[in-house]
């Protein structure tokens, strides 16, 4: 039997992974360029596989050494969210925060989830809402954090992706080809006035109004039945629909920064430590699904 693989000798491999140079990982990690090779000797003994090929300008991964990389995050990063768990000071006191309907199933809920695990003593309450909602409730101190869209030239808080809005089609149906285009826009919106329908009639495109919703999912909905095409957020772009490119004609309706904004009332470790989480759960901000 293979002895157990040690931690260490994982992280000195994904680094060495990361750079393919055995000097630049000992720059990294603050080792003699010996000493990392000594530890990718003893990982490769212990596994029992050659994990890279040495090169005249550094190394490549084996086909092993592929195999390895993803398991070797996995364990790291247990092991770095075990230790932080474990060191982390407890929490307790409320947290309000307010999302975008955008984010409340795909971005967030994890981040949300890990942190209450990680502070069950927290007691998290979220607002999914209307960004112009989220920012009164802030405003109002009814709210701690708020993830809200902003685009404007002066944002205020902390930009933490790019996500821009684009016009969305089925790919079943080729209602983009149709004159009038249908299309499914919020209720009493002012944003869809000054931006969705005002791209359209920018690049003189014909168009009725042929759905109207209060929410995001709403707009999913009438877009994967064929109903109409619609404006979603790139991220969001549900399973079957498309993104509709300039070279269909369509440019993108805004370049939304997703901001988080924090309440000037109060503050607390507990808000601070969400913020964190909510600001690592966009980086990178997951692609939008294609099929």
Request: charged letters at 25%; proline letters at 6%; hydrophobic letters at 40%.
């Amino acid at each position: 039997m293979h002895e157990p693989i040690e931690s260490d000798l994982l992280r000195t491999f994904l680094v060495v992974a990361e750079t393919s140079n055995f000097s630049a990982a000992a720059q990294r990690i603050g080792r003699t360029q010996s000493a990392v090779s000594t530890q990718i000797k003893r990982l490769e003994q212990t596994i029992g596989e050659t994990l890279f090929e040495r090169g005249a300008r550094g190394v490549l991964l084996t086909r092993q050494g592929i195999q390895l990389v993803p398991y070797a995050r996995r364990i790291i990063d247990l092991l770095n969210e075990a230790a932080a768990t474990i060191r982390s000071k407890p929490l307790d006191g409320p947290v309000r925060i307010g999302i975008p309907e955008e984010y409340s199933q795909t971005v967030l809920p994890a981040a949300l989830a890990a942190f209450a695990v990680r502070h069950p003593a927290v007691e998290v309450t979220v607002s999914c809402d209307y960004t112009v909602r989220n920012l009164a409730a802030l405003e109002r101190d009814e709210l701690d954090l708020a993830v809200v869209f902003d685009w404007s030239d002066e944002t205020k808080g902390e930009v933490i992706c790019i996500d821009p809005t684009v016009w969305v089609t089925s790919m079943v149906h080729r209602l983009h080809d149709i004159d009038p285009l249908p299309i499914a826009t919020y209720r009493n919106s002012t944003w869809s006035r000054d931006f969705a329908l005002r791209s359209l009639e920018q690049i003189g495109r014909n168009y009725r109004i042929a759905f109207i919703a209060d929410t995001g999912s709403g707009l999913k909905n009438a877009v994967t039945a064929g109903l109409a095409v619609t404006t979603l957020s790139r991220s969001s772009i549900p399973p079957g629909c498309r993104e509709l490119t300039a070279e269909d004609g369509f440019p993108p309706v805004d370049s939304s920064k997703v901001v988080l904004r924090r309440s000037t009332y109060r503050s607390s470790e507990a808000v601070r430590e969400l913020a964190e989480m909510i600001r690592d759960a966009f980086q990178p901000m997951p692609a939008s699904p294609m099929t």
